[in-house]
């Protein structure tokens, strides 16, 4: 006797078990170097330009090489995994960018600089739409969108760590004998991807739609394991089982899927979403340390207030997440853009302020910034069936990132022209925006406002 099962009804039937808790945990580690090192440079910037003797908004550069490699590791590198799989592309990305960034510490200059950030970038830009992919699809549907936004906050916890990393090593370089430098910010950005790639091989299990979606046998025999290991109830009865996805045959996704059966005009609002909230997202987390340091905080200072940023992210994080499955994606996600123009504005044009109270106006903005830019990913998640969902989520991010490369750009220009280091950030408003506008758009595209699961 043969009982087919649909992936899909299991994980959405059962409650959340080991396999699936390891599945998001691990996925939120990646995340968390991932942060971790994005992040991690931007705290010390101010030490490498004093340690270099560099002009201030020099680094705009190398911030912007970073981002490019990311853009193309998005665009070029994370679809891979619609071909081999999720895990073994986070598992050999882990590795090729932590190696990269413990390279960061031979430069010298900001030639080699700028070169190692893009191919670190690379690395990071494949990790990030395959963490997320995978942990949506453990997730069950009436859970997924607070346990993909859970998963994705791992990027503002590692920016909070680099931060409090890095409040210390720029300390010791102000010191009169310091016992390290800005490089110990790559030498553990470094360590941790690569010790995290030996847990993933280990214990990071592949998704099970993704190998139900395959036809060889050995894939199969997998997603059958998987399977029972989520609902033991499945072997008990000794029927064979044959595994089933509601999606198309996987392996073969292509850009062109992402415009396929009415997702055109979704896809393109998701992108332009994806390019104002990132172009937002790193224009601040790039130049803020540096811009609050110029307004006359000490760098401690700065690096301190700016993992408060963080924090700010990681709570508008959860609060998103939670609120989202309640009242919508779509709902939330424009509240948070709004609560950034806000923040924004009264950041970029209010008097000058005692730390605390800039410390609460910029968690304020980060709880919209970050928590909007998580949930448009969850969102972008929801949006793609698994067979496609790397690459939709891949070049949803990668197109972002083109707006990650133009925000440190402009954030650097509008420095080096002398401009009042807080008034960059009314650059910040328009974006916001625009983006808010996209997802209010979303409302009248076929399949792209998932319904909110209400509480039972």
Not at 163 to 168: F, L, T, W
Not at 285 to 301: D, E, M, R, V, Y
Not at 429 to 436: R, T, W
Request: net charge positive.
């Amino acid at each position: 006797m043969t009982k087919t099962v649909d992936v899909a009804d299991v994980i959405d039937a059962r409650r959340v078990g080991a396999l699936q808790i390891r599945a998001f945990l691990l996925c939120a580690a990646v995340l968390f170097v991932d942060g971790f090192d994005v992040q991690g440079i931007t705290y010390v910037a101010p030490a490498i330009s004093q340690a270099w003797h560099l002009q201030r908004g020099a680094l705009g550069t190398t911030f912007s090489a970073g981002l490019f490699g990311v853009m193309i590791g998005a665009l070029a590198l994370a679809p891979v995994a619609d071909r081999i799989g999720r895990r073994r592309v986070l598992v050999w990305s882990c590795v090729g960018f932590g190696l990269l960034t413990l390279s960061t510490v031979l430069a010298g200059s900001l030639a080699p600089l700028a070169i190692l950030r893009f191919l670190t970038g690379l690395g990071l830009g494949s990790a990030i739409p395959n963490a997320i992919g995978l942990a949506s699809e453990y997730a069950p549907k009436k859970r997924r969108a607070s346990l993909v936004m859970f998963v994705s906050s791992g990027i503002s916890l590692g920016a909070i760590v680099a931060g409090a990393v890095a409040a210390r090593a720029v300390a010791a370089v102000a010191g009169p004998a310091p016992a390290f430098t800005w490089q110990i910010m790559f030498v553990v950005g470094g360590a941790l991807p690569l010790l995290l790639a030996a847990a993933l091989h280990l214990w990071l299990p592949e998704s099970i739609r993704f190998l139900a979606l395959l036809p060889e046998e050995r894939a199969q025999t997998e997603a059958k394991r998987l399977l029972v290991e989520i609902e033991p109830e499945l072997a008990r009865d000794g029927a064979a089982l044959r595994i089933e996805a509601t999606d198309h045959e996987g392996g073969h996704a292509t850009v062109a899927d992402l415009f396929k059966e009415r997702r055109g005009t979704a896809t393109v609002l998701i992108w332009i979403a994806f390019f104002m909230s990132l172009l937002n997202v790193y224009l601040a987390i790039n130049w803020l340390p540096t811009s609050l340091n110029a307004s006359g905080f000490t760098q401690s200072q700065a690096a301190v207030i700016t993992s408060m940023y963080h924090v700010g992210g990681v709570l508008g994080t959860y609060a998103c997440g939670l609120l989202m499955d309640r009242l919508g994606v779509r709902a939330i996600l424009i509240a948070a853009f709004l609560l950034a123009v806000v923040g924004f504005y009264t950041f970029a044009t209010a008097p000058a302020m005692p730390q605390w109270s800039t410390t609460l106006l910029l968690m304020a903005t980060g709880c919209g910034v970050i928590g909007g830019q998580v949930g448009i990913t969850t969102l972008a998640s929801m949006i793609y069936p698994v067979a496609i969902r790397s690459t939709g989520l891949g070049w949803a991010l990668g197109i972002g990132r083109i707006g990650s490369i133009v925000g440190p750009s402009v954030g650097g220009y509008l420095l080096a022209t002398g401009l009042d280091a807080k008034h960059v950030y009314l650059a910040c408003v328009g974006p916001a925006l625009i983006g808010s506008a996209c997802i209010a758009l979303l409302r009248w595209q076929p399949g792209a406002q998932p319904a909110p699961a209400r509480a039972a």
